[in-house]
């Protein structure tokens, strides 16, 4: 089973950037991938997805300030996070859709990040 590892959260001062990556463990041909967070209380909300067809969708409040990337030949998923804001603070985690067959033909199995704390405070 592949494993999903993020990493590159930390604290950050209102204003800062971070650039949260998840990589497999293996070799896999990702087809869709999203990053969630949770904050403590409230509900996980969707913050940045694309789909197969590499078209990108943002919750409305990261919008101009986030961006979801990946790079196939890393098995990684990106998310750059700039301008942050002390209400991003969250535990930030990368969902992929993915498949083994490295002709892309599936089957297709789908894998979590283990999540990872985001901290913007001055």
């Known amino acids: 089973q592949v494993q999903l590892v993020e990493s590159g959260g930390g604290l950050v001062q209102p204003g800062g950037s971070l650039r949260l990556s998840c990589t497999a463990s293996?070799?896999?041909?990702?087809?869709?991938a999203s990053w969630y967070r949770r904050v403590p209380g409230k509900e996980r909300e969707l913050v940045a997805s694309?789909?197969?067809?590499?078209?990108?969708n943002y919750l409305d409040s990261v919008k101009g300030r986030f961006t979801i990337s990946k790079d196939s030949a890393k098995n990684s998923v990106y998310l750059q996070m700039n301008g942050l804001k002390p209400e991003d603070t969250a535990v930030y985690s990368c969902y992929i859709l993915y498949t083994q067959d490295l002709q892309g033909l599936g089957p297709y199995k789908d894998g979590w990040g283990q999540g990872i704390q985001v901290t913007v405070t001055s």
């Open positions: 694309f789909r197969s067809n590499g078209r990108a």
């Open positions: 293996g070799t896999i041909v990702i087809n869709s």
